[in-house]
């Protein structure tokens, strides 16, 4: 079936390219899985949150402490991780069902931030501003998983997660997503329990969000503080945005766009290709609300 | 004892700061609900403009700020028009012209990252180092008493009212809505970069300023709710005085003393989002 | 920067013609790192063009693949590799600690040789067994004990730490404390201030209100530096203070006027050092632009590489990576008569008692007022 020839194809990709351009490869396929995550928050659901990096940050950290700190076998520590990522997002997502629009925003910024002032003062536990580094994936099975068949496994992953979207959009669920998106006083007029919503939403993909970055922790083998910052946070809403939200070939495309961009402007604009990605998205949100996506919507037909 | 003045003093300047932010923010989401973000942007913009018209080119300090004010007020109006009317126009949501407003301020940052060198630039102050903090506070209340006056007692400032509490209604009693639009916006601009302009002597012009002061501008607008203006000035001293209390007397490591502000953000957001003043009915 | 651009035109056509030795250079040309990157690039381009006008190395001309990472360290493990595949035999770190960090896991699984000129986090050298990474920056540990052995000399007994909440901050404050606590010096007073904040008063009150002989500060973001000086001075205290390498930066100058007087500052350069002076004569007349201390860091990375694949007779990196470890080589920075070297095996080559204190007469760098850790 498709997903078979996907992730074949996908995979068998990796094989293909040199050291370099699979590092670069691998880091796409993250982002791409960051922003699916995302556009189901954001585009499916309509709420706006910044704290999707740092459960990205969580799940990398914790996966990292549980397996080389406290010694947990590898299955175990990732179920444990993403308890952690479903435990905090719980933590955010209940208080924050009363509040509209923007304050969740800020309310999860002011998460990202504390997140990153936590794993500077962590002492030994976080490795504190230097990170943690020096640890290697643990064979599994007797196998060590290493380059391009650790590509496989992320390339899985997102499938995993793509999967796991696509069918929480088509049931009910999603339709009650696109409701509280919409209108959530005739959403809770047609009986859905908005609040229950909005945190299921929210646990589930910041849940994905830290299953991703426990695929992350692996692969530059290092987790350090600036990396979790708020910049990329801004960079995944822009991506979400160019690519079209409310698709997930949209957040798709939208990811690979813009995560590929700096490679290809580097030689033309230096390192101002944040200037780029500001512009892209103004014209995107005056010229075409529907993204990238809808403009191929237009043509296709 | 004497600390505790001095450092009254100084959470009492900060605090002004952070109000003026607040109040830009204020002057804009009233008339049209949209939080903009890009004024801490905007504080970085004026911050630079000190630069070039008080340090470099060395004009006295009133014609320099004066300079850099009307600049401000330009660059408001540029925003409004780019940024918020098309879509306003178009009927979009609210969130369109806030992440549209997103847009504005990396490409704002971006634009002054370009044109001036990497390094801290330093702005001068108008009168020595120790009364600076008088000079902020006093043209912080002359703001503020100006803008108090403005939407009490001026019809201009009651229509902003009006537009505040029902489009619809305004508009349909003859009010123009589109010029009170841009006029919150020009306004806003010129309050933030007064902001960014008051400050930038003591922490210099650089071009990664504008994130801080808008989240603390921000979250001085949610302390001090955003219903009245002078809200926007307590909600500023409050969180100045939280902030700068904590550092100085609370016995937790200062590293952890920087999650103040965020936690007080967190948890007026989720306790009382609507702020400590009430809105007049 | 028009010079850059001309000198790596110029580098580039040199290469044309022959078979030329890649050497990968990784720097910071817009993040926070770049006060400090950008010199020591510069630095290192002026090396190589120099060394190449000399004969290059081995009858070869030096090729420099220089990359941004931003000061990202997820980039930079993702540029370590391209340089790697490019066929770079050593790569220079100028970016940020870090960043460099991040580059050592594809440099160690690549057996390829990299070294940091510059960065000064102790832990580079000792989380990670890397044979193939080398530091000659000067480290934190170093900075801090040849403060300390100037201030030993007024029998300081009490002190106040100040820093910010950055990693290189908060990592010069933890080598700071360690040695300061060894060295039997009680600190009565530990303080950050927070990037994006509008004063430090409350931190320099506290700090006044410990009294303290003397304060370390160990900030390495400008802004924020500036707001401690200005609270020293609205507080009107008196106590001097002794700084992390961080103000050997020329911006204070400019930034900070009128506040700086009288501050000691650790440096790895002595202006009157036979070897910088030449530097800076070279410099000035190649360039026609005053260099700085920091432009030092860069162009003794390009020497003490091109010193080593000499002394390798090749660009095999097994053999470079052997000739490294043998350095003996007296550069631009440090006190008059040191050498780099890289002792017992060890990895950190800056000698430890190769820095100076200086202290800022008025509002330029000034004289050299201690060497060394004795």
Same mark, same amino acid.
């Given at each position: 079936m498709r997903w078979l020839a996907a992730f074949v194809a996908l995979a068998a990709a990796a094989f293909f390219l040199g050291d370099y351009h699979n590092d670069v490869y691998r880091k796409m396929l993250l982002w791409v899985m960051l922003a699916l995550g995302y556009n189901f928050l954001f585009g499916i659901c309509g709420q706006i949150a910044f704290s999707h990096f740092a459960f990205y940050g969580i799940g990398a950290y914790s996966v990292v402490i549980l397996l080389?700190?406290?010694?947990?076998?590898l299955p175990l520590a990732i179920l444990l991780g993403v308890a952690v990522c479903v435990v905090v997002a719980l933590a955010v997502a209940i208080p924050s069902t009363r509040l509209e629009g923007f304050y969740l925003a800020l309310a999860t910024l002011a998460l990202a931030q504390l997140f990153v002032v936590v794993l500077n003062e962590g002492g030994a536990v976080t490795g504190g501003t230097g990170g943690i580094a020096n640890y290697r994936l643990p064979p599994i099975f007797g196998f060590q998983l290493r380059g391009p068949w650790y590509t496989a496994v992320i390339v899985f992953v997102l499938l995993m997660t793509l999967w796991i979207l696509i069918k929480l959009d088509r049931s009910w669920f999603g339709r009650a997503c696109r409701a509280v998106r919409d209108n959530p006083e005739a959403a809770a007029a047609m009986g859905i329990d908005v609040a229950r919503t909005k945190v299921i939403a929210f646990t589930v993909t910041s849940a994905l969000a830290g299953v991703a970055g426990m695929t992350y922790a692996f692969v530059d083998n290092t987790v350090n503080p600036p990396i979790f910052g708020l910049d990329n946070a801004f960079l995944l809403l822009f991506m979400v945005i160019v690519g079209g939200s409310g698709r997930h070939a949209g957040a798709a495309i939208g990811a690979v766009l813009l995560f590929l961009l700096p490679f290809w402007l580097s030689p033309l604009v230096g390192h101002h290709h944040v200037l780029v990605f500001g512009v892209l998205m103004l014209a995107a949100i005056l010229l075409q609300p529907k993204g990238l996506i809808g403009l191929w919507d237009r043509y296709s037909r | 004892m004497r600390d505790f003045l001095e450092l009254a003093v100084s959470a009492t300047a900060s605090g002004c700061v952070y109000g003026l932010i607040a109040l830009a923010y204020l002057l804009m989401i009233r008339p049209t609900g949209i939080i903009n973000f890009a004024v801490g942007e905007w504080a970085m913009v004026a911050a630079f403009g000190g630069y070039v018209f008080l340090t470099k080119y060395e004009l006295h300090y009133l014609l320099g700020m004066g300079i850099v004010l009307a600049f401000m007020l330009v660059v408001g109006w540029v925003s409004e028009r780019i940024a918020v009317r098309p879509l306003v126009e178009k009927g979009t949501a609210i969130l369109a012209p806030i992440l549209a407003l997103l847009g504005v301020l990396v490409i704002t940052r971006e634009i002054i990252s370009i044109s001036f060198p990497p390094d801290p630039l330093p702005v001068p102050y108008p009168f020595e180092l120790q009364h600076q903090k008088y000079f902020i506070i006093g043209v912080t209340a002359v703001v503020f008493l100006g803008f108090w006056a403005f939407f009490e007692k001026t019809l201009w400032g009651k229509s902003f009212e009006a537009v505040a509490l029902n489009r619809r209604a305004a508009a349909l009693m003859g009010i123009n809505l589109s010029r009170v639009t841009a006029f919150s916006f020009a306004g806003g601009a010129a309050v933030a970069g007064l902001g960014g302009l008051l400050v930038s002597p003591n922490i210099s012009a650089h071009y990664l300023m504008g994130v801080p002061l808008a989240i603390q501008g921000f979250t001085a607008l949610v302390i001090g709710g955003v219903g009245r203006v002078e809200g926007a000035l307590i909600g500023g001293l409050l969180l100045a005085f939280a902030e700068q209390l904590t550092i100085r007397y609370?016995?937790?490591p200062s590293g952890f003393a920087q999650g103040v502000p965020l936690l007080f953000l967190m948890i007026f957001l989720i306790v009382r989002p609507t702020g400590l003043l009430r809105a007049r009915a | 920067m028009r010079f850059l651009g001309l000198v790596a035109c110029l580098l580039f056509a040199g290469s044309a013609f022959s078979q030329t030795i890649k050497i990968g250079v990784i720097t910071d040309?817009?993040?926070?790192?770049k006060p400090y990157s950008e010199p020591a690039t510069e630095g290192v381009i002026f090396g190589a063009s120099e060394i190449n006008r000399r004969g290059g190395v081995l009858g070869r001309n030096i090729e420099l693949l220089i990359e941004d990472d931003q000061s990202r360290p997820d980039i930079s493990a993702a540029l370590a590799r391209k340089l790697v595949d490019q066929g770079a035999v050593f790569i220079l770190s100028v970016s940020l600690s870090p960043a460099t960090q991040q580059q050592q896991t594809v440099t160690m699984e690549a057996k390829t040789p990299q070294m940091t000129p510059m960065n000064s986090a102790?832990?580079? /050298? /000792?989380q990670l067994q890397n044979p193939y990474f080398w530091q000659t920056g000067p480290l934190g540990s170093t900075q801090i004990a040849t403060l300390l052995a100037h201030a030993r000399s007024k029998n300081f007994r009490r002190v106040a730490l100040i820093t910010d909440n950055s990693e290189l901050g908060q990592a010069i404050a933890k080598a700071f404390r360690g040695t300061l606590e060894k060295a039997g010096i009680q600190i009565v007073a530990d303080e950050v201030v927070a990037r994006g904040a509008t004063t430090a008063t409350p931190q320099m009150q506290k700090i006044r209100a410990a009294n303290p002989e003397a304060m370390f500060l160990a900030g390495v973001l400008t802004a924020e530096n500036v707001l401690i000086f200005r609270a020293y001075k609205e507080l009107g205290v008196k106590f001097p203070i002794h700084s992390s390498?961080?103000?050997?930066?020329?911006?204070y100058e400019t930034v900070a006027k009128g506040l700086i007087d009288g501050i000691t500052f650790v440096d790895a350069y002595d202006p009157d050092k036979p070897e910088a002076k030449a530097f800076e004569a070279a410099y000035k007349k190649a360039t026609g632009k005053d260099s700085v201390n920091l432009h030092g860091y860069g162009y003794d990375g390009i020497m003490l590489v091109a010193d080593a694949i000499r002394r390798a007779g090749s660009t095999d990196k097994e053999k470079i990576r052997e000739a490294m470890q043998q350095t003996s080589y007296a550069g631009v920075m440090g006190a008059k008569g040191m050498k780099y070297s890289f002792p017992e095996g060890k990895r950190a080559g800056y000698d430890p008692n190769g820095m100076v204190v200086r202290v800022y007469e008025k509002d330029k760098q000034g004289r050299v007022v201690h060497v060394g850790q004795k």
């Open positions: 080389f700190q406290l010694n947990v076998p | 609370a016995p937790i | 040309r817009v993040g926070v790192s102790d832990y580079l /050298t /000792t390498y961080n103000l050997s930066v020329p911006i």
